[in-house]
């Protein structure tokens, strides 16, 4: 049996109002032994994530503003697509800890902050920025619920 197969994606809401999420969806190893991380798809992880933390705010009655805290684990050698490969690689650290980030219940702030957060990640990796267009194609239908 893959080892990679068994693990699974999960999320925990703790009793302090604190949610915990885990997967390993964006990481993948090509045929030739590539290790990729998928931008693009970390931004949908992280749209999908907030969407439904702020339902179940909603719907527990919990005051919709929480940090938001993002790392990533053993990317080191792993390059950052969909740029050119070897152009965005992570070389340098095994882990990356993004900022930690007070979200509150107001979309363009929310916005803003995300598009701060994730351009460290493609900085990161080399790139200048997380690119724009890719950022309002996961984001421009970015709901609170």
């Known amino acids: 049996m893959n080892i990679d197969l068994e693990i699974v ?10 949610t915990e999420t885990f997967t390993n969806e964006p990481f993948f190893k090509q045929p030739n032994g590539n290790l990729l991380v998928n931008g ?7 749209k ?3 969407e439904k933390n702020f339902l179940i705010f909603k719907r527990f009655s919990i005051e919709a503003y ?4 993002i790392k990533l684990n053993n990317i080191k050698n792993m390059n950052l697509t969909p740029m050119m490969i070897g152009r965005n690689h ?10 930690i980030t007070l979200l509150q219940n107001d ?9 701060n957060v994730v351009d460290i990640l493609w900085q990161s990796g ?3 920025e997380c690119p724009q267009g890719t950022f309002n194609k996961v984001f421009d239908k ?3 619920g």
């Open 126 to 128: 080399g790139a200048n």
């Open 107 to 115: 979309i363009q702030e929310i916005k803003k902050q995300l598009k």
């Open 9 to 18: 994606p999960y999320n925990l809401l703790f009793r302090n109002d604190s």
């Open 90 to 99: 992570y070389n340098n650290f095994d882990e990356l800890q993004l900022p």
């Open 48 to 50: 999908e994530q907030l």
């Open 40 to 46: 693009e798809q970390i931004l949908y992880f992280i």
């Open 66 to 69: 929480f940090y938001l805290s």
């Open 142 to 144: 970015f709901s609170l």
